[in-house]
């Protein structure tokens, strides 16, 4: 997922990378005001372990498309709680 992750500027352009970035950095849990997100239906959708969210279909417009799930308060190794996003899968061909 590294290397798919790290072509993600250079197959979408800096602007497209960084609307996804800030969308599930601030609003994992709402629809994206720029980019069309779904929420994908059946077995895809399950949380992939408790507390997490269904799987969120991310366009960005045509190029690419990322499935995501995200967790509000998951608890980290160190006791600590805070939000993740759990990058499933990224895609750069075309429907």
Do not use: C, K
């Amino acid at each position: 997922m590294h290397e798919r992750w790290s072509e993600l500027v250079q197959r979408v352009g800096l602007e497209s990378a960084q609307q996804f970035y800030d969308h599930v950095a601030h609003t994992p849990d709402r629809p994206s005001d720029i980019n069309r997100t779904t929420i994908l239906r059946g077995r895809a959708s399950r949380p992939s372990d408790p507390g997490f969210s269904r799987t969120v279909h991310y366009e960005i417009s045509g190029a690419a498309r990322i499935d995501y799930q995200y967790h509000p308060q998951f608890l980290g190794r160190q006791g600590d709680t805070h939000a993740v996003v759990r990058i499933l899968a990224i895609t750069y061909t075309s429907h």
